[in-house]
């Protein structure tokens, strides 16, 4: 399968999960993973707004970057914040230690590996809902036509969120935010099972969980209270998950 083709692939797949009921976290998760199989960037995560517009860390693509974004949050310091104030693309930017407009930033995500950064606001018309962070190991910036992907990824990703809001009460779709945050919660919390239990790290947990509810058709959510709950059949950490999925 050719490169462009995995590309078209991924934006029908995107559009066939927005169904009534689908998964905000899980959706996400994906695209920031297809940030990172088919732009070539090193790391990828989405931040939703909550209702009181704060940012909240939703899905990353590796553990690391997890940890980036927190620090992004705890130091309000970063591109996520920037695409998300503005509302407008924060382009590549090679990241040096204690410079450029984002020096605590810069200096963390250097020394967990990552040397420039970009970052593109989730927006649908005049309402931004979060953002997408994109990170790489090295200073080259993405090339025109991976710039347009990564843009019709993020403009996909805002419609999938407020596509109800032509039909729905503003307060509605803020309960629909909440529910993507609070799931997040939950799901940290399965990792951590996941983690004790198996003796994995964060990350394969995670892969474990998200592999199980979609190999059994689940909300990821379900699938991490039950793991919180006890409830869960202990082959879900017990054995290794196939392949990532995008």
Known sequence: MTRETSIVRSLVEMADSLVGDFDVVDLLTGLANRCVNLLGMSAAGVMLASPDDELRLVASSSEAMRILELF???????????????????PHEPLRAGEGRWPRFAAVAIEVGFHSACALPLRLRERTVGALNLFSVDEAAMTDDDAIVARAFADLAAVSIVQHQAAAHTRLINEQLSQALTSRVVIE??????????????????????????????????????????????????????????
């Open 72 to 90: 992004e949050l705890q130091t309000r310091e970063g591109p996520c914040l920037d695409a998300f104030l503005t509302g407008e693309p924060i």
């Open 189 to 246: 919390q399965a990792k951590g099972v996941i983690f004790e239990r198996a003796g994995v790290n964060m990350a394969e947990a995670f892969e474990r969980l998200r592999a199980h509810a979609r190999r059994n058709n689940l909300h990821l959510t379900d699938v991490a209270q039950a793991a919180i709950d006890g409830t869960l059949d202990d082959s879900v950490w017990t054995s290794a998950p196939p392949a990532k999925q995008s």
